[in-house]
């Protein structure tokens, strides 16, 4: 997530993504220009892989006429900071687009803390957010684990926040089942990145790990700033009996480093985590310990849904790149279509340009939406009715072919035939109604 971008120019059509931002236009309709926007950390490999996924859908959407008539046009805002997500630029961002009457609603953002700090900016505004990858169920769910309760994000407002993925209430246990029911291990070391998304990811593991049966050895905690070095962490772990190591974070806060630092330590088990880590630079920082990193992904992975085989195929013909494609990039797809499915309703509605409170009452009219992952029904707090989880693991020296078949998430520097691999999923949706 930290590997900076360069230029990606599609002759196909007038589209420029940047590095820091990006902006799509032209083509479409006639009656005037619409605007849709994103908030993601574009400087990051997962964040131009997903705002990659939302130009793609409206590149198709200007060429087949726009939004009942309208041109769609995109800008791309980048909440980077020093190579790391920022809360305080997501905020910044969403003001810049509640400043623009023409942004009818953004797709993003790509990290939960940012959503966090940017709901309680854009509900007011009745400004649309949909989510392609935020997982931490606070956003959406009272539950009493949360330290924050998303009626107080909403301040009585209605409901603006959507998200396509699952939570890590099911993202962390999808793990905990693996390794427990399938690897068969029955004692891990966890260790957390000290952010929002770590403490909740790793939380869930730790209270479905234990409830089968499991025994923690050990859970620590760092921060990015104060940490460089973990091996006497993994030691208390290797030497607890730990038989895996679950980490909750992401690869900005260096959550993969301790990969390595296990083979500098001689100790060889499998390293395991959440979607924040099935990413290119985990396994870069890995470096030369990527095999046998497991992640999960909160979402069906789209090279596996016969449904989407064509829209991937079509997007790869666009976006060439070998890392152009990642985890998250179908979901943004289908945000992006859902969003503007909802304007264009709310267009017939207003005989010509909507509110933004006009589109928010047609986004969360949404059911039964087809997109390329599946048909999606949205509960009244913004939660996808699709509660499937992914699970990978990373091979090593796969072939070229292998490496095309693969999911595109590979190593970007040494490992480029090091590449996560789905495995399976599990479907929480179908298990709550048997």
């Not at 791309?76 to 942004?103: P, T």
């Not at 030369?288 to 079509?314: F, H, L, M, R, W």
């Amino acid at each position: 997530m930290v590997r900076a971008r360069g230029l990606i120019v599609l002759t196909a059509a007038t589209m420029v993504a940047f590095a820091c931002g990006g902006s799509t236009g032209g083509g479409g309709g006639s009656k005037g220009t619409i605007k849709i926007g994103s908030d993601l950390p574009v400087c990051t490999v997962g964040g131009q892989a997903v705002q990659n996924g939302i130009q793609f859908a409206i590149q198709q959407r200007n060429a087949s006429g726009g939004v009942e008539g309208y041109t769609v046009q995109f800008q791309g805002f980048d909440d980077c900071r020093q190579g790391s997500y920022s809360a305080d630029a997501g905020v910044e961002n969403v003001q810049k687009m509640l400043g623009d009457s023409k942004f009818l609603g953004m797709i993003g953002p790509y990290n939960s803390a940012v959503a966090k700090a940017e709901i309680p900016i854009a509900a007011p505004q009745h400004f649309v957010m949909i989510s392609p990858a935020n997982t931490n169920p606070c956003l959406t769910k009272d539950l009493p684990t949360c330290s924050y309760h998303p009626q107080d994000l909403r301040a009585g407002n209605a409901n603006n926040y959507w998200r396509v993925v699952t939570t890590d209430d099911y993202q962390g246990p999808a793990m905990a089942d693996y390794i427990y029911k399938q690897l068969k291990f029955t004692k891990v070391g966890i260790l957390d990145d000290s952010t929002v998304f770590g403490v909740g990811i790793a939380g869930s593991f730790e209270t479905e790990f234990k409830k089968l049966g499991g025994t923690v050895v050990k859970h620590s905690e760092y921060k990015k700033e104060q940490t460089s070095d973990w091996k006497s962490i993994l030691l208390a772990f290797k030497n607890g009996g730990a038989q895996a190591v679950y980490v909750g974070g992401t690869d900005d806060q260096n959550i993969c480093i301790p990969r390595k630092q296990m083979k500098d330590i001689g100790w060889d088990v499998p390293f395991t985590g959440g979607d924040g880590i099935e990413t290119s630079d985990c396994i870069n920082q890995a470096s030369g310990n990527e095999p046998n990193i497991y992640a999960t992904s909160a979402g069906a992975d789209a090279t596996q849904v016969d449904g989407a085989k064509q829209a991937i195929a079509d997007f790869r013909k666009a976006f060439p790149g070998p890392n152009d494609f990642g985890g998250y990039t179908m979901q943004a797809y289908d945000a992006t279509n859902a969003l503007m499915d909802a304007i264009g309703r709310a267009v017939k509605t207003a005989n010509g340009t909507p509110t933004r409170d006009q589109v928010r009452a047609e986004m969360a009219k949404t059911k039964g939406f087809k997109g390329a992952i599946g048909t999606y029904d949205f509960d009244d707090k913004g939660d996808t009715s699709l509660k499937i989880v992914s699970i990978y693991v990373v091979k090593g020296n796969l072939s070229d072919a292998d490496v095309k078949s693969s999911t595109g998430v590979c190593g970007s520097k040494t490992a480029k035939n090091a590449c996560f691999v789905w495995k399976t999923q599990f479907d929480f949706a179908q298990a709550s109604s048997q």
